[in-house]
Structures are given as structure tokens and as C-alpha cells.
């Protein structure tokens, strides 16, 4: 009997150190970010139909700096680039276009759209900004200064658009939501 219990006590403890090799490497995948699922995703960038986003054009810069609030045009801290198409099917008026993302540390985000003539502009309900139908234009969200963006990380914005068919009112706004998750460069 003796010699069956030591058997199986033997069996228990080289299986249990195997175990516990193999516990202690996965944490240490775990802890130097080689099982991070994230750096496996592509880039992508998911609005409705109504808005087209061309997930080439995705740009993080990380440059940590910036004045609170940003200006339209200033500096390029903390910031996304992206090219957006109106594929609503007729001209709309933008209204509002704001950004926000889950890093800590990073200081409140302000969105800008480029006009027909190219410059950044803040769109509002007093001045909104007109996007025809199946045009492209750039949508910049600046974060101000807050925490320095790791090159080479992912990060993910949430982007909200407000609009209305330019031949209605803006009792008829419409609201987008967009999600962004694109590598820092």
C-alpha cells in the first residue's frame, strides 16, 4: 500500500511543477505584452452608412503638448487625422463633431472639420458646416496635453457627428456615432 501511495504522490508533484513551469511562462508572455490581443487588430474605423472612412488615412501623432483649448489649425499634439466621405446621399450641414478616448492621463479632446476651402473649423448649431454629397474631409480630434502616447500602441476614439440634410432644418439632426482604433505613430 505504501509504495502505491508514493507512486501516486510522485506522479501529483512532477505533473504539479510542470504545472507551475507552465504558469510562470505564460505570465511572463503575459507581463512583457506578447499576449496582448490588441497589437494583433488591424486598424479600422466604423461609422454608419452615412459617413465613409478610409482606414489608410489614420493618423495618431504623439507629440506631447498643446494649449487648452487647441485652435483650429494649431499645433498637431495628440492628435487624429482622418479623411471622412459624406455618403449620406445629399449635401448636409455638420452641427457638432466631438472625439473622446479611454487613455488616462489625456486631457480633454476638441474635433475640427475641414470646410470646402480646406481650413479647420468647429462646427455649431449657429454655423454649421457644410459637407456635400460624396465629398471628403478631414476630421481632426486634438487632445490636449495630458499623458505621452507610446508609439506603436493602439489607441481607440470614439467620434460623434451631428448633422442635417442641408435641404431641411435642424429639427431633422441626425447623429453618428464612429469608433477609431488605429496604431500611434
Known sequence: ???????ALEFLTTYAWAFLVIIIMVGALAYFGVLNPSKLLPDRCNFGPEIGCNKDLLVVDNVNAGVDPPV????????????LENNAGAPISVTKVSGTTEVTGLGKCYAFLTNAAGSETAP?????TPWGNDETRTLVVECVAGSVLTPTEKIKFNIYIEYYPSLATNTFKKT????VFTTIQ
Open 1 to 7: 500500500m505504501n509504495i502505491r501511495s508514493q507512486a
Open 72 to 83: 483650429a489649425g494649431g499645433d498637431t499634439d495628440n492628435v487624429l487625422t482622418i479623411r
Open 124 to 128: 455649431s448649431t449657429a454655423t454649421p
Open 176 to 179: 453618428v456615432f464612429g469608433e
